[in-house]
């Protein structure tokens, strides 16, 4: 069992070949495919940390489509001075699919 943990969009994702992950918005290159950078890679019983061995990890991910998240509301609301404000706002999103990590 292979699995990474990557950075992804200001977060950490644990990941498998074959994992589908949500992430920000990301673009990938012409045949849709982004590579992410690897914190930690677990290959059996070998753990790796070392970040000049992490460096030649690769982990490529194909972008199976871009879409948008649910529809957060803001309300903001001061008492007795009749100040009141709504705002929305939906998050740009890509779903990935992990598709080999070497």
């Known amino acids: 069992m292979v699995f990474a943990v990557v950075r992804a969009g200001g977060r950490q994702e644990k990941v498998s070949?074959?994992?589908i992950v949500t992430l920000d918005r990301i673009q990938g290159d012409a045949n849709g495919k982004i590579e992410l950078p690897a914190l930690l890679?677990?290959?059996g019983d070998k753990v790796?940390?070392?970040?000049?061995?992490l460096?030649?990890?690769?982990?490529v991910?194909?972008?199976?489509n871009d879409l948008r998240g649910p529809k957060i509301i803001i309300q903001k609301y001061k008492n007795k001075t009749g100040y009141k404000k709504r705002q929305g706002h939906r998050q740009d999103l890509t779903r990935v699919q992990?598709?080999?990590i070497k």
């Open 48 to 53: 790796t940390t070392d970040a000049k061995v």
């Open 55 to 59: 460096a030649k990890v690769k982990v």
């Open 98 to 100: 992990v598709t080999e």
């Open 17 to 19: 070949v074959g994992t």
């Open 61 to 64: 991910a194909e972008v199976l």
């Open 41 to 43: 890679l677990v290959d």
